[in-house]
């Protein structure tokens, strides 16, 4: 890697403060930045390392959403009571994402912030229709994840928190990528107060919701009421792994396999 | 003096002693030596897969803070640098040798891989080294690059190297194929298929590393580096590349984590760091990281084959043709004419009684890393082809695919039995393999777990392969007499030093096999001292007399059989001096588990009181013998030993999205005499799962520039633990019939067999699909597919 720069603030507005120099990068649990870094594919002339920012921790219930602070790596979502009470699917995609290593590092704010469009998360943001707090404001889920790698996070501002709304009934359902074990294709499926939604991920260049899937849904909830409904492969990732077609086919399957995991 | 300790001889599950250096971190591994006053290299590697180098500029970077040196191409050819050497010659159908060209240590006005190294920065630090490369500016003039086997041979392709037309290394075969032609007119079935062996990259755990360092007060270069063979290195280094006296040269191979054939070959980066060490006057110490280690280690496998079975009306085998496509990579890797004709056409017998064989062999240089011997080498791809061709003919005959292969098998009472293509077996017993692999396997129940697993939605298949392989390599003559430049020998010295410790010299390696533990189990077995009390030394030219290393399958039935030799020398002389202590005659002398004894009576010495008198020698036979006991025998082997077996293994495939999951796997193995059924069992395990991987997940993948696609382990896939279900060992033995132990050889059947019968497994599993064949790596998308495809061919 290249040299940089390393603050530890500990506070949001010391945060945003260091983070006003448009070549710093923030960093959380660092499973994705740091191989960046270490590849030499980022050349950051500071690190502000949020690690120490007790604001940007916890998992609470307020009301009726579950919040997780941006802090938050995956095995404690996984292991949290609060989740596994109120959102199942929630802990259970937790539990699921790359290994133990991964889950023991990796934090809920640095994958929603990194949009990787093979990643987990975002799917369970998107599906849950939560609501991402930040330095500055509340964004919507449906308004958050713009494209490949790209959120409408600025450079200077911070994922704080995600709230998601508590749902009546949710569920997750996933095919790996054989080599690097994220998301090929999954489905992330809901029914509550934010409507019936489905959200699928790993699939094409953005997590993106499902429209035909969620009116099946909503007008019968079912495994069988989304077996027979077919994602297009116009525009879906094709690679050495698997084709358009190939990754179309399993958005069916997954979502299939959501609504079963939900019951 | 007798030490009570349990049994820790030859069939003892003795624990491994190098594992409590391991697991605590305490391995001391290349990368772990740090030399006073040491600097770091970096290398700068071609991103281009094909490319004449028009001018390398490294003004900027030479003058950027702590660079130490930085050369090139250029400097190394002004430098009388040699290229890297092949050990391997090859002839082709019509006599001329193989195309050779030149592998500089840095390519030298063209590049022909992505990785291909073009300069070496030296610095104060790896970072500042890396830093420097960036700013090395590379004229590259790109070229057509020609990556796989099909672009490099169609007409009108980019020569890769001057002189060598149609990029052919050479057009091999072994066999009449006029006679062959013949039975296959004359026969009343045939079967063919065409088949990809697909490209695999090693991985081994620890990437290759190495560190130079020049004395110059003696003038001496020591090399540490990431061996499975230091003085093959050695020498090739030294006589090849820098052209200095052995003498002056030491190769030291520490710990080594992981090679599979990888870690044989002498590689640029050894010399490089060697001779930069002399000219910057400081240590260069050069680590790969994962991704240059996709790019510069050799792969293995890539081959393309068309092959046939001719069948008389009882479904006996008449002839076998073959015809296959070797991509060999860029350049020639240490032993890579080997390993597609000689490790791998002789083996097309297999463990069948196939009258005629007739081979044909192309190999084709390409835009890619240079390919080599991979755990197996030859023989997976031999194995892979002869059993899945046997399964396909079976469906084809409508004979029982077990039935078929019985049928054809050499009998257990035809041994020695001499094959059409140039190999001898000694011993085997393909029957009693074949019974005990489908007793533990169940083979018989199967139908009703596939019955069950329907019930759940998944498609269950079985699948068997009955393999061969020819290893513990080798008779020095006859591969002498096939092209080899080297003898395959090995070396062991036995020390007993004045208290009856032990040490052992080997010129084998340990890179994983646990040695320290099997070894030293020999030298308790032989000589009675407990395994503690024997260490084994490997991995140094300055310790150890001249030895070939490890690969193979050679160390235990060559290195082993070297120490069974020096062995008996000690006790030879051992006798002598016990029959002077004890005032007999030599003759009466008898020698069991570290007593020596006059025969018949209670008079007795240990081996302590003969190390003593040995080296302490004031009552001593000094007129007629010399002091001391230390022995040293080099010990050539008369033949290949033979392991064989049969492995069965059972998938079960999602049908909706096509994932194959593993859910048993049986090996039986003959792998003769076991030594510690513990290591053999950890050996088969380790080599069924690069089996599986290759059959399930790896797979080398360049895209049509011959950028290398699956370039991390992002996009290349590595079995894991969850990959693969608890596999089923078990050894069935005979004996090999030529070395002193009566073993074979463990290290790579797992690698061998596993391959064709996961496939043929998966091929099974989808038998009321209309599927002939699956090319390996059987990954979901492409099982998709097929179930897909053939919507409405089945019954759901
Ligand atoms: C081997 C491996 C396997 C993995 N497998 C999976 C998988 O299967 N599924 C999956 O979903 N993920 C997987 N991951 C990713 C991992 O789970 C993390 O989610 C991911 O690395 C991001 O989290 P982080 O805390 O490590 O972020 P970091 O690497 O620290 O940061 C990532 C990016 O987000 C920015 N960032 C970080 N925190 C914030 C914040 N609070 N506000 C604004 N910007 C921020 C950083 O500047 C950076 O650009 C894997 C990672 C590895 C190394």
Redo the contacts with the bound molecule.
């Keep these: 890697m290249y040299d940089f720069a390393y603050h530890k603030p500990s506070t949001v507005a010391d945060a945003v403060k260091l983070l006003a120099d448009p070549d710093a990068?923030?960093?959380?649990?660092?499973?994705?930045?740091?191989?960046a870094l270490k590849h030499r594919l980022n050349k950051p002339t500071a690190l502000v390392d949020?690690s120490g920012i007790a604001e940007?921790r916890g998992i609470r219930r307020e009301g009726n959403a579950v919040v997780i602070g941006?802090?938050a790596k995956?095995a404690e979502v996984a292991a949290s009571a609060e989740v596994a009470a109120a959102i199942p699917a929630l802990a259970f995609m937790a539990d699921h994402?790359?290994?133990v290593?991964?889950?023991n590092?990796?934090?809920?704010?640095?994958?929603v912030?990194?949009n990787?469009p093979?990643?987990?998360?975002p799917a369970a943001v998107l599906g849950l229709g939560a609501t991402i707090r930040?330095s500055k404001r509340e964004i919507a889920a449906d308004d958050f994840f713009l494209g490949m790698f790209t959120t409408a996070?600025e450079p200077d501002?911070?994922?704080?928190a995600i709230s998601f709304p508590i749902p009546e009934k949710a569920g997750y359902a996933k095919m790996?990528n054989p080599a690097?074990?994220?998301?090929m294709a999954g489905a992330f499926v809901s029914k509550g107060p934010q409507g019936v939604r489905v959200a699928i991920t790993g699939a094409g260049p953005c997590v993106f919701r499902q429209a035909d899937m969620e009116a099946a849904l909503a007008a019968n909830w079912s495994a069988d009421a989304v077996a027979g409904i077919k994602q297009a492969p116009d525009d879906l990732n094709s690679d050495i792994h698997g084709s358009a077609e190939y990754r179309a086919h399993l958005v069916t399957v997954m979502a299939k396999r959501a609504v079963a995991n939900a019951g | 003096m007798n030490v009570v300790t349990p049994f820790e001889g030859i069939g003892a599950s003795v624990r491994r002693k190098e594992d409590f250096r391991f697991l605590q971190g305490k391995g001391n591994y290349t990368d772990d030596l740090n030399r006073p006053g040491q600097t770091h290299a970096w290398i700068l590697r071609s991103p281009h897969a094909h490319a004449k180098i028009r001018g390398v500029d490294i003004a900027a970077a030479k003058a950027m803070p702590g660079v130490h040196g930085i050369f090139t191409g250029a400097d190394t050819e002004a430098a009388g640098l040699g290229g890297l050497p092949c050990g391997w010659q090859i002839h082709s159908k019509d006599g001329t040798p193989m195309a050779e060209p030149p592998h500089p240590v840095l390519a030298f006005e063209r590049v022909r891989h992505v990785g291909d190294p073009v300069a070496i920065v030296v610095a104060e630090t790896r970072s500042q080294a890396r830093d420097a490369a960036e700013a090395i500016i590379v004229d590259y003039e790109p070229l057509p690059a020609a990556p796989s086997l099909e672009q490099a041979q169609a007409a009108g392709a980019t020569p890769i190297h001057e002189g060598v037309a149609g990029n052919i290394c050479y057009d091999w075969h072994i066999g009449d194929k006029a006679v062959v032609d013949a039975a296959f007119a004359a026969a009343h079935r045939t079967v063919a298929l065409d088949l990809v062996n697909n490209r695999l990259v090693p991985n081994a755990m620890e990437p290759r590393a190495a560190v130079g360092e020049f004395d110059r007060f003696t003038g001496d270069y020591t090399l540490y580096t990431t061996s499975q063979n230091p003085h093959v290195i050695r020498l090739l280094m030294a006589a090849n590349v820098l052209k200095l006296p052995e003498s002056k040269v030491r190769v030291v191979a520490p710990d080594v984590g992981g090679g599979f054939g990888s870690k044989i070959y002498h590689y640029a980066e050894e010399a490089l760091v060697t001779w930069a060490s002399a000219q910057v006057g400081r240590p260069v110490k050069w680590t790969a990281d994962r991704t240059e280690a996709f790019m510069s280690d050799a792969h293995g496998r890539d081959h393309i084959s068309r092959a046939e079975f001719a069948f008389d009306k009882d479904g006996r085998i008449l002839a076998l043709r073959v015809a296959t496509q070797a991509n060999m990579g860029a350049y020639l890797s240490t032993f890579a004419p080997c390993v597609p004709t000689y490790l791998y056409a002789t083996l097309l017998a297999g463990v069948y009684t196939t009258p005629v064989i007739y081979a044909e062999v192309k190999a084709v240089f390409t835009n890619t890393v240079p390919v080599d011997a991979y755990r197996g080498a030859g023989r997976p791809e031999a194995t892979y082809l002869l059993e899945r061709l046997m399964d396909v003919a079976a469906r084809e005959l409508g004979i029982d695919r077990v039935e078929l292969r019985r049928r054809n098998f050499i009998p257990a009472d035809a041994f020695p039995y001499q094959t059409p293509v140039a190999l001898q077996y000694d011993s085997g017993d393909y029957q009693s393999t074949l019974n005990e692999c489908l007793r533990v396997a169940d083979w018989a129940g199967f139908e009703a777990r596939r019955a069950e697993a329907a019930a759940r939605g998944k498609l269950r298949g079985i699948g068997i392969s009955t393999y061969l392989e020819a290893c513990g390599i080798a008779p020095s003559a006859v591969v002498g007499s096939l092209g080899a430049r080297a003898g395959l020998y090995e070396v062991g010295t036995i020390r007993v030093h004045p208290t009856g410790s032990i040490t052992v010299l080997t010129g084998s390696h340990s890179h994983g096999q646990g040695h320290e533990t099997t070894f030293a189990q020999l030298v308790s077995d032989k000589l009675g001292v407990p395994v503690a009390q024997v260490d084994i030394v490997h991995g140094d030219t300055a310790k150890v007399p001249f030895g070939m290393g490890t690969y193979g399958s050679r160390s235990l039935a060559v290195g082993g059989s070297a120490m069974m030799k020096a062995m008996d020398k000690i006790i030879a002389k051992g006798k002598r001096i016990a029959a002077h202590l004890m005032e007999a005659s030599v003759e009466d002398i008898e020698f069991d588990r570290g007593t020596f004894r006059v025969a018949g009576t209670d008079r007795t010495k240990a081996l302590v009181d003969i190390s003593v008198a040995a080296y302490v020698p004031h009552n001593y036979p000094i007129e007629e013998l010399e002091p001391g006991l230390e022995e040293t025998a080099f010990y050539d082997p008369k033949n290949f030993t033979y392991p064989g077996g049969c492995h069965i293994a059972e998938v079960e495939i999602d049908r909706e999205t096509g994932k194959v999951d593993l859910v048993n796997f049986t090996a039986v193995d003959d792998v003769g005499r076991v030594i510690n059924p513990m290591i053999v069992e950890g050996q088969v395990q380790g080599g069924v799962a690069q089996g599986v991987g290759q059959a399930l997940l790896e797979s080398c993948i360049y895209d049509a520039d011959g950028q290398l696609v699956s370039g991390s382990m992002m996009d290349y896939t590595m079995p894991r633990a969850d990959d693969l279900p608890p596999v089923g060992v078990a050894t069935h033995t005979t004996l090999c019939t030529h070395n002193p132990l009566g073993v074979k050889g463990c290290g790579e059947v797992g690698a061998i067999g596993s391959p064709p019968a996961v496939i043929n497994a998966v091929v099974d599993a989808l038998r009321d699909f209309d599927v002939r064949h699956i090319e390996m790596p059987a990954t979901a998308a492409k099982i998709w597919q097929i179930i897909n495809g053939s919507h409405g061919k089945a019954a759901a």
């Design positions: 990068k923030a960093i959380s649990g660092g499973h994705t930045l740091l191989p949020l940007l941006a802090l995956h994402i790359g290994d290593q991964v889950r590092r990796g934090t809920i704010g640095g994958s912030s990194n990787d093979a990643a987990d998360y930040t996070l501002e911070i994922l704080t790996r690097s074990r994220y998301v």
